[in-house]
């Protein structure tokens, strides 16, 4: 998962062997014939490991050790944003359920409008293509009167007298029944117009 590849990443970063260049990690990794591929921190810990030295840096850090969920804790400024690594950025979008997946600048977008209060308008351009689309669908259902609300396709099968719906699943016939509890089809909010409606209300 993300959240465990970013705290390993934020752990293996205060090992004093971080502050070394790759070069000379990789030559490190060659002298003791270990795999000199992977990312900075990953060399970092495939060296301390070989050594026997890496138990005392096993769950050093914690979710929490990068943003302890007060938003006072978050820079201000741009500048403060820019200066936090990935990992922090991920950890207070997080720790907030916000979306935490996109470039570090998108991630500070979210974050610096999480932390004026302005959360929402970090999705604006999604929730504009969310709103075409019910539009769209909207035009649709103009378009069809709304007859496929109340469109079930059948098939019938070579063998008895039974009606199914077009599925290989036997063991869901039951379910497919017009006996089977379920939303009431002629319930009037089953109509398209009327759920597009109410999810238009909720994006906008």
């Not at 943003?67 to 200066?83: C, E, H, Q, R």
């Not at 302005?118 to 007859?147: P, T, W, Y």
Request: net charge positive; charged share 30%.
């Amino acid at each position: 998962m993300q959240k465990e590849e970013d705290l390993k990443r934020e752990l293996w970063k205060l090992h004093p062997l971080y502050k070394e260049n790759r070069e000379t990690l990789i030559r490190k990794l060659n002298e003791a014939n270990l795999i000199q591929t992977g990312k900075k921190y990953e060399l970092v810990q495939r060296i301390v490991e070989s050594r026997d030295e890496g138990d005392e840096f096993v769950n050093k850090l914690s979710e929490t050790d990068l943003y302890d969920g007060n938003t006072s804790s978050i820079p201000k400024s741009t500048a403060g944003l820019m200066k936090l690594s990935v990992a922090h950025l991920r950890a207070i979008l997080r720790a907030h359920n916000v979306l935490e997946i996109g470039s570090k600048e998108e991630l500070i977008v979210r974050v610096g409008l999480l932390k004026a209060c302005h959360l929402e308008s970090a999705f604006s351009r999604e929730r504009l293509c969310i709103l075409h689309c019910i539009m769209v669908a909207k035009e649709i259902s103009q378009i069809q009167g709304d007859n496929f609300s109340n469109t079930i396709r059948r098939r019938k099968f070579a063998h008895g007298k039974t009606e199914t719906m077009t599925t290989r699943n036997s063991c869901l016939q039951s379910l497919l029944t017009d006996t089977a509890p379920g939303i009431d089809k002629d319930c009037s909010n089953r109509e398209p117009h009327i759920i597009l409606s109410t999810l238009d209300i909720k994006v906008s």
